[in-house]
């Protein structure tokens, strides 16, 4: 790509044939170390961004993220999907029964009546972190901070999620 510069050969060949002596060459990339340093740190800066966009907000690649962060191999942090029992009930008229619709897009709430049900649980091993309150937590809650922001900055919008700690034997 067009980005991926060797600076240092590309130096090189912009040199006339009759310059390019060994003590030019050298002091033509020591003036370049500099733009070798910032285009090394643009490489990595953008093999990072990479690795963030290549995350969807699918269970998979929450739990995929999660457990790459702290280097964990089989999956102890896993998400347990919440089925929603909220169901809409139809009736044909010729059964004679009253229906009754419910549809969830035109169901209106008023301030405190919506449900706090959990969309997803996440489930941590103690030992990334010991308690859900950061004085208790024994890392002071530097973990549980870390999952959070995880969480919060690759779930998708609106959904909500409830954080428990197993025993990991």
């Known amino acids: 790509m067009w980005y991926n510069v060797d600076f240092n050969k590309w130096a090189v060949q912009l040199l006339p044939p009759i310059l390019r002596s060994k003590v030019l060459v050298v002091l033509l990339k020591i003036m370049l170390i500099p733009f070798?340093?910032?285009?090394a740190q643009f490489m990595r800066y953008r093999a990072i961004?990479?690795?963030?966009?290549?995350?969807?907000?699918?269970?998979?690649?929450?739990?995929r993220i999660l457990n790459a962060t702290f280097f964990l191999k089989s999956s102890q942090i896993y998400i347990e999907?919440?089925?929603d029992d909220?169901?809409?009930v139809l009736y044909f008229s010729r059964e004679g029964q009253s229906g009754v619709f419910v549809n969830p897009l035109l169901t209106m709430w008023y301030p405190g009546e919506v449900p706090d049900k959990p969309n997803f649980i996440v489930h941590i091993p103690d030992f990334l972190c010991t308690s859900l309150n950061k004085?208790?937590?024994?890392?002071?809650g530097q973990f549980l901070t870390t999952i959070i922001n995880l969480i919060d900055y690759y779930k998708p919008a609106g959904r909500r999620y409830a954080i428990r700690l197993y025993d990991y034997d």
């Not at 070798?36 to 285009?39: D, P």
């Not at 004085?135 to 002071?140: L, M, P, S, T």
């Open 49 to 63: 961004i990479a690795g963030r966009l290549n995350v969807t907000a699918s269970i998979q690649d929450i739990e």
């Open 81 to 83: 999907d919440i089925n």
């Open 86 to 88: 909220s169901k809409s």
């Open 135 to 140: 004085a208790e937590d024994k890392y002071k």
């Open 36 to 39: 070798v340093q910032i285009h």
